[in-house]
């Protein structure tokens, strides 16, 4: 088993079984709907055009590749569709890193050349992103081949496993074909996913966008620059853009539905579940820089009559972000505000403790407060929460620290 | 008619969107050595060459056009492009002269405000640092938006030329004329000089380093194809203004230096200097502020926009959001370019005009590539979708492209 760079086969010639040169390698091709890794095919360029050589008849690779069938026997290349092609693909282009969490871009593809049978099989092993890709692509062909493996074994290597690649693909039915699901993608932190995101163009955040699963996206989506969330949500088709806004924290979404032309936002409006778009709706009524723009209509609220396995019970049942449930608020008959609990109390007290004996005073605001006020409120009173109620005193939302926080960062 | 004002309300709004990166490209392009070969231009021929500002001008718009325009189709810069059309050695070649070529014009526009500053007085071992750290300063710690900002004014100060071409008293009417007849007397155009004046005065519109920062400041902004239109304007605007600026710099020295036989200038400062007994204190006092400004200002974006199409071309970390030790290349390349490039001009007899003629050199074999290459990439329809160029287009194009890599060959050869 040896390593292969793909720039070291392309430009190879080609010997069909007669032993005669009939063409140069250009390309080496897998195909993902049979084996992720593996190359299915070469392509020559014959005199006839260019030809798939299949995998099972290359005997061997080097300076001359040699092939145990006859070069009528191939057919013609009919193009990239369904096929990843290693060097337009990947050769210069950009890659997501997964495990460095950042965008590369390739110098070189390595692949495991391996002999099995009469053949020789290819698995594509890392992408090189390093000096040494760089090195050999300068000077090949330049330098006798053994003096540049000398002068490339001095230079360390940095590749990244073919595992914690994802490409980039932007057209749709093609992501599809090569299986491109942004799996690695996925799992990183949205927060990560985010700073990749940004270093992309626009045509391919708009591909991971539409790759991403909606809720992974959703989350990606709070975490990114305002200006280009907004470029982004104006590229998607309304419909996905909708499923995305959907999953977003209703504040949050919110604020980006207002950064959108109105024309835009009534689109994604339209294709939203009744639910979530009328919170939406109603927090886009306020002004973004007042409390009540700046908060989530998801919080926990029991009543107050309740116990802490009402309360408990709540919690289960919530699936708003984390940070809203530091506090558990109470409420009495008509949604009015009677207190609030913090999360610790009543993980600590037993469940059939009356929730009156733990209420505090809920710090509150008005809807209309100016957001500066309400930073000075947490800076104040040290919150980690703070609540919305409206003049007759009703629960209409809550601000949280995160918020906060990214309300001073962005000034 | 309130209709009509709110279109044309909705239109200007869109343009201010998107005004700045043509517009400054364009006028950063009026640097010091631009002004130079203005100043010589007018004081050695008059008002004869006026008449090359009109194709100049018009080359200038389409080769703009198309780097904007690849901006905002592919969000790539022009570096990137390069590299995954046409792969890594290509780019690895192109990034290298890149590199040569911005260090000469860096240090071009140190030794300009080295020398303007010096017209007032101000020695050039104080001027130089604190313009050095100014320019690093600005930059690192700017963001886009606010550099941006600075630029645009920068670019308005320009107005300071057009001011002085008026305080010359030039003719009017001969300066229009000249612009649209033939130079009169045909000793003029067998003139080696002549030929030789004309040539540089097209080479020093259209340079490499200008397609590569209009691309990637287009990109930088945001400006997607909806807006394109908008963008146009911005490069069509910028380049006439940059035009009219130009006009005026050599209307300003034909009706002073030429009229009185002053033809030998041997920097942008010293045309400055030439111009005040001629021209009065104000048009020399206009002169050397204008050149400063072109020069800080020139000085300001050479080494950021090689620093971001190298990395970016050849697959380094960039952009100013990361940390040093992120994207050690980038603002190593940025500091030494900077650092370097003014350095030189505090060391004594440094051969600073040798090291000039070297990356006029290679600028000029540089450029030709980079028009082919944005002219195959405009051209490249899975590229541009249906943004291509039009066939109108690309015979404008080409006919630039193959003019200027002709006059080119001919500075070189010539020079050599």
Same mark, same amino acid.
């Given at each position: 088993m040896s390593v292969v760079a793909l720039s070291e086969m392309l430009g190879a010639s080609v010997r069909d079984a007669s032993g005669s040169v009939c063409g140069r390698l250009r390309e080496a091709a897998v195909s993902p709907q049979e084996h992720a890794t593996r190359v299915a095919f070469l392509v020559v360029r014959t005199a006839e055009g260019d030809r798939m050589l299949p995998a099972e008849a290359v005997k061997s690779l080097g300076a001359t590749v040699r092939a145990t069938t006859a070069a009528s026997t191939w057919h013609p290349f009919l193009g990239f569709d369904g096929?990843?092609?290693?060097?337009?693909?990947?050769?210069?282009?950009?890659?997501?890193?997964?495990?460095? *969490?950042?965008?590369?871009?390739v110098n070189d593809v390595e692949l495991y050349s391996n002999p099995t049978d009469s053949h020789l099989t290819l698995d594509v092993v890392a992408v090189d992103v390093g000096a040494r890709g760089a090195v050999r692509r300068l000077v090949m062909g330049l330098v006798p081949s053994f003096t540049l493996r000398a002068l490339l074994e001095k230079i360390p290597p940095r590749v990244i496993p073919w595992q914690y690649v994802d490409l980039i693909e932007i057209d749709p039915a093609r992501r599809v074909k090569l299986k491109i699901a942004y799996e690695g993608l996925s799992k990183m932190h949205p927060a990560d996913i985010a700073d990749i995101v940004e270093d992309l163009p626009p045509a391919e955040q708009k591909a991971v966008f539409e790759a991403l699963d909606e809720e992974v996206?959703?989350?990606?989506?709070?975490?990114?620059?305002?200006?280009?969330?907004?470029?982004?949500?104006?590229?998607?088709?309304?419909?996905?853009?909708?499923?995305?806004?959907?999953?977003?924290?209703?504040?949050?979404?919110?604020?980006?539905?207002?950064?959108?032309?109105?024309? *835009?936002?009534? %689109?994604?409006?339209?294709?939203?579940? !009744?639910? %979530?778009?009328?919170?939406?709706? &109603?927090?886009?009524?306020?002004?973004?820089?007042?409390?009540?723009?700046?908060?989530?209509?998801?919080?926990?609220?029991?009543?107050?009559?309740?116990?802490?396995?009402?309360?408990?019970?709540?919690?289960?049942?919530?699936?708003?972000?984390?940070?809203?449930?530091?506090?558990?608020?109470?409420?009495?008959?008509?949604?009015?505000?009677?207190?609030?609990?913090?999360?610790?109390?009543?993980?600590?007290?037993?469940?059939? $403790?009356?929730?009156?004996?733990?209420?505090?005073?809920?710090?509150?605001?008005?809807?209309?407060t100016p957001e500066k006020e309400v930073a000075e409120l947490f800076d104040k009173y040290n919150l980690i929460t703070l609540a919305v109620a409206d003049e007759h005193g009703r629960l209409s939302g809550i601000i949280t620290a995160d918020d906060v926080i990214s309300m001073l960062r962005n000034g | 008619m309130e209709a009509l004002l709110k279109q044309w309300r909705t239109r200007i709004v869109l343009f201010l969107a998107v005004v700045g990166p043509g517009f400054i490209t364009a006028n950063v392009d009026n640097d010091a050595g631009g002004i130079w070969t203005y100043s010589v231009a007018g004081a050695q021929f008059g008002y004869t060459l006026l008449w090359a500002m009109i194709p100049t001008t018009i080359a200038l718009v389409v080769v703009q056009e198309m780097a904007s325009r690849m901006g905002a189709v592919t969000g790539k810069g022009l570096s990137d492009l390069i590299r995954e059309e046409f792969g890594f050695r290509v780019t690895f070649w192109l990034m290298l002269a890149l590199v040569i070529t911005n260090f000469g014009n860096v240090m071009a526009e140190f030794a300009g405000v080295a020398s303007s500053l010096e017209l007032f007085g101000v020695s050039r071992y104080i001027v130089v640092p604190v313009a050095a750290a100014v320019v690093w300063l600005l930059v690192v710690k700017g963001t886009y938006d606010s550099v941006e900002k600075i630029f645009l004014v920068a670019s308005?100060?320009?107005?300071?030329?057009?001011?002085?071409?008026?305080?010359?008293?030039?003719?009017?009417?001969?300066?229009?004329?000249?612009?649209?007849? *033939?130079?009169?007397?045909?000793?003029?155009?067998?003139? +080696?000089? +002549?030929?030789? $004046?004309?040539?540089?005065?097209?080479?020093?519109?259209?340079?490499?380093?200008?397609?590569?920062?209009? &691309?990637?400041?287009?990109?930088?902004?945001?400006?997607?194809?909806?807006? +394109?239109?908008?963008?146009?304007?911005?490069?069509?605007?910028?380049?006439?203004?940059?035009?009219?600026?130009?006009?005026?710099?050599?209307?300003?020295?034909?009706?002073?230096?030429?009229?009185?036989?002053?033809?030998?200038?041997?920097?942008?400062?010293?045309?400055?200097?030439?111009?005040?007994?001629?021209?009065? %204190?104000?048009?020399?006092?206009?002169?050397?502020?204008?050149?400063?400004?072109?020069?800080?200002?020139?000085?300001?974006?050479?080494?950021?926009?090689?620093? +971001?199409?190298?990395?970016?071309?050849?697959?380094? %970390?960039?952009?100013?959001?990361?940390?040093?030790?992120?994207?050690?290349?980038?603002?190593?390349?940025?500091?030494?370019?900077?650092?370097?490039?003014?350095?030189?001009?505090?060391?004594?007899?440094? !051969?600073?005009?040798?090291?000039?003629?070297?990356?006029?050199?290679?600028?000029?074999?540089?450029? !030709?590539?980079?028009?082919?290459? $944005?002219?195959?990439?405009?051209?490249?329809?899975?590229?541009?979708?249906?943004?291509?160029?039009?066939?109108?287009?690309?015979?404008?194009?080409?006919? @630039?492209?193959?003019?200027?890599?002709?006059? @080119?060959?001919?500075?070189?050869?010539?020079?050599?």
């Amino acid at each position: 088993m040896s390593v292969v760079a793909l720039s070291e086969m392309l430009g190879a010639s080609v010997r069909d079984a007669s032993g005669s040169v009939c063409g140069r390698l250009r390309e080496a091709a897998v195909s993902p709907q049979e084996h992720a890794t593996r190359v299915a095919f070469l392509v020559v360029r014959t005199a006839e055009g260019d030809r798939m050589l299949p995998a099972e008849a290359v005997k061997s690779l080097g300076a001359t590749v040699r092939a145990t069938t006859a070069a009528s026997t191939w057919h013609p290349f009919l193009g990239f569709d369904g096929v990843l092609l290693l060097k337009r693909d990947l050769l210069d282009q950009q890659i997501i890193d997964v495990h460095g *969490r950042k965008v590369v871009r390739v110098n070189d593809v390595e692949l495991y050349s391996n002999p099995t049978d009469s053949h020789l099989t290819l698995d594509v092993v890392a992408v090189d992103v390093g000096a040494r890709g760089a090195v050999r692509r300068l000077v090949m062909g330049l330098v006798p081949s053994f003096t540049l493996r000398a002068l490339l074994e001095k230079i360390p290597p940095r590749v990244i496993p073919w595992q914690y690649v994802d490409l980039i693909e932007i057209d749709p039915a093609r992501r599809v074909k090569l299986k491109i699901a942004y799996e690695g993608l996925s799992k990183m932190h949205p927060a990560d996913i985010a700073d990749i995101v940004e270093d992309l163009p626009p045509a391919e955040q708009k591909a991971v966008f539409e790759a991403l699963d909606e809720e992974v996206a959703a989350e990606t989506l709070e975490e990114i620059d305002p200006e280009v969330q907004v470029s982004i949500l104006e590229s998607l088709d309304s419909d996905r853009a909708a499923d995305i806004v959907e999953e977003m924290d209703p504040d949050a979404a919110a604020d980006l539905l207002g950064d959108l032309t109105e024309k *835009r936002s009534d %689109e994604i409006l339209k294709e939203m579940e !009744p639910d %979530e778009r009328r919170e939406v709706t &109603q927090l886009l009524e306020f002004g973004e820089h007042t409390a009540a723009g700046r908060m989530t209509t998801e919080f926990v609220a029991v009543d107050d009559a309740g116990t802490v396995a009402d309360a408990v019970e709540a919690l289960r049942q919530f699936d708003g972000s984390s940070e809203a449930v530091a506090t558990v608020y109470l409420t009495s008959a008509g949604n009015r505000l009677s207190g609030a609990i913090p999360l610790v109390r009543i993980a600590i007290s037993p469940p059939d $403790m009356r929730l009156q004996s733990l209420s505090e005073k809920a710090s509150t605001c008005a809807p209309d407060t100016p957001e500066k006020e309400v930073a000075e409120l947490f800076d104040k009173y040290n919150l980690i929460t703070l609540a919305v109620a409206d003049e007759h005193g009703r629960l209409s939302g809550i601000i949280t620290a995160d918020d906060v926080i990214s309300m001073l960062r962005n000034g | 008619m309130e209709a009509l004002l709110k279109q044309w309300r909705t239109r200007i709004v869109l343009f201010l969107a998107v005004v700045g990166p043509g517009f400054i490209t364009a006028n950063v392009d009026n640097d010091a050595g631009g002004i130079w070969t203005y100043s010589v231009a007018g004081a050695q021929f008059g008002y004869t060459l006026l008449w090359a500002m009109i194709p100049t001008t018009i080359a200038l718009v389409v080769v703009q056009e198309m780097a904007s325009r690849m901006g905002a189709v592919t969000g790539k810069g022009l570096s990137d492009l390069i590299r995954e059309e046409f792969g890594f050695r290509v780019t690895f070649w192109l990034m290298l002269a890149l590199v040569i070529t911005n260090f000469g014009n860096v240090m071009a526009e140190f030794a300009g405000v080295a020398s303007s500053l010096e017209l007032f007085g101000v020695s050039r071992y104080i001027v130089v640092p604190v313009a050095a750290a100014v320019v690093w300063l600005l930059v690192v710690k700017g963001t886009y938006d606010s550099v941006e900002k600075i630029f645009l004014v920068a670019s308005g100060f320009y107005v300071c030329y057009i001011v002085a071409g008026v305080l010359a008293h030039p003719d009017w009417r001969a300066a229009t004329f000249a612009m649209v007849t *033939r130079p009169e007397g045909t000793d003029v155009i067998n003139n +080696y000089g +002549y030929v030789y $004046m004309l040539v540089g005065l097209v080479g020093t519109t259209i340079a490499p380093w200008m397609q590569f920062y209009l &691309q990637a400041s287009v990109v930088e902004k945001g400006v997607t194809i909806r807006q +394109y239109s908008a963008s146009r304007w911005d490069v069509i605007v910028g380049c006439l203004f940059a035009a009219i600026v130009a006009w005026f710099i050599i209307v300003a020295c034909a009706a002073t230096l030429h009229t009185a036989g002053v033809t030998h200038i041997m920097s942008a400062a010293d045309a400055a200097q030439a111009l005040r007994p001629l021209a009065g %204190e104000y048009a020399y006092l206009l002169f050397a502020a204008g050149l400063f400004n072109a020069s800080l200002f020139a000085a300001s974006i050479l080494p950021i926009s090689t620093a +971001y199409a190298v990395c970016e071309g050849l697959g380094f %970390e960039s952009g100013l959001d990361k940390k040093f030790h992120e994207a050690p290349v980038f603002y190593w390349l940025y500091t030494v370019l900077i650092v370097a490039g003014a350095g030189v001009l505090l060391v004594p007899n440094f !051969p600073l005009p040798h090291i000039m003629v070297l990356s006029q050199v290679v600028n000029g074999v540089v450029l !030709p590539f980079v028009l082919i290459f $944005m002219l195959l990439l405009t051209n490249d329809r899975e590229l541009m979708g249906t943004h291509v160029n039009s066939l109108l287009f690309n015979v404008i194009a080409w006919v @630039t492209v193959v003019t200027m890599i002709g006059l @080119t060959i001919t500075m070189l050869v010539t020079q050599g």
